[in-house]
C-alpha cells in the first residue's frame, strides 16, 4: 500500500531530514528553517488524491535554494568586506613617515625650504599657468610650463618672489589653470604632506591618516603615496 495520509511520498523524508540538518547547522538561518517547515507542512497536509504537481514542488525547492544562496552570498559580502577592510588597514599603516599628495589649494613656506606640489591635468594641455599668492591675495610669483600630457605634472617652488627676494614664511596659496582644446580651466592643486599616524575604525569606515599641518583625512582622498 502506498504512503497513508499525512506521511510523505517515497524518497522525500531522507530528502526532508537532510535539508533541515544542513539548515539547522547555518548560524542565523532562521528564516531559512521557517521555509522548510512550511514546505513539509504543505506537503504531509495535502490532498492524497490531488497530491502536489510535481513542478510545483521543484519550484517550491527552487526557491528555497534561492534563499539559501542569498544567506551564503550575504557570508561572502561579509569576509570580502572584512578581507578588504585588513587591506586597508594594512596599506594605511605602511604610510606612516611618508610624504603622500593630497588636493589643497594652500601650502605653507618655511625658513630657506622649497615648495614641491603637483597639479593634475584631465587632458594634454597647450599651455600650463602656476600663480602663488600672498595671504592679502597678491601674486607673488607666477610661472609658465607651457604644453604638458595628460596626468599628474610635478612642480617645485623655490621660495623665491617676481623680483627675486626671499617669500617670508607662511601661508601661500595655489591655482593653476590650463588651456585645453583653445579653452582655459583651472585644474586641482596637490601639496605633499608627511603621515604622522593612522587612526584605524572599528564600525567598518576607510582608516583615517593623520597628516602635519593638516590634520585627519581618508586614506581614499590620497593621490599618491612619495
Known amino acids: 500500500m502506498d504512503n497513508p495520509i499525512g506521511l510523505l511520498p517515497p524518497g522525500l523524508e531522507s530528502l526532508s ?3 533541515q540538518t544542513t539548515t539547522e547547522q547555518k548560524a542565523g538561518a532562521l528564516e531559512q528553517e521557517q521555509f ?5 507542512t504543505q506537503l504531509q497536509n495535502q490532498d492524497p488524491l490531488k497530491p502536489m504537481e510535481s513542478g510545483e514542488f521543484l519550484g517550491d525547492l527552487a ?3 534561492t534563499v539559501s544562496g542569498i544567506g551564503e552570498l550575504k557570508d561572502s559580502f561579509n ?5 578588504l577592510q585588513s587591506s586597508q588597514a594594512l596599506q594605511a599603516s605602511t604610510m606612516v613617515g611618508r ?3 593630497i588636493e589643497r589649494d594652500t601650502v605653507k613656506l618655511a625658513e ?5 606640489f603637483a597639479l593634475e591635468l584631465p587632458n594634454a594641455a597647450s599651455d600650463v599657468r602656476i600663480t602663488i599668492a600672498d595671504a592679502t591675495g597678491q601674486t607673488v610669483r607666477q610661472f609658465s610650463l607651457g604644453a604638458q600630457d595628460q596626468g599628474l605634472v610635478d612642480f617645485e617652488w623655490d621660495g623665491l618672489m617676481t623680483d627675486g627676494e626671499r617669500a617670508v614664511p607662511g601661508t601661500y596659496t595655489l591655482s593653476a589653470s590650463a588651456l585645453i582644446d583653445g579653452a582655459s580651466e583651472a585644474v586641482p592643486t596637490f601639496i605633499q604632506a608627511p603621515v604622522e599616524s593612522v587612526t584605524l575604525s572599528r564600525d567598518g569606515q576607510p582608516p583615517v591618516l593623520n597628516l602635519t599641518d593638516i590634520g585627519a583625512v581618508e586614506l581614499g582622498t590620497i593621490k599618491r603615496v612619495l
Open 17 to 19: 531530514a537532510d535539508r
Open 36 to 40: 522548510l517547515e512550511l514546505m513539509l
Open 63 to 65: 526557491q528555497f535554494g
Open 79 to 83: 569576509s570580502l568586506a572584512a578581507s
Open 99 to 101: 610624504n603622500v599628495l
Open 112 to 116: 630657506q625650504a622649497q615648495v614641491p
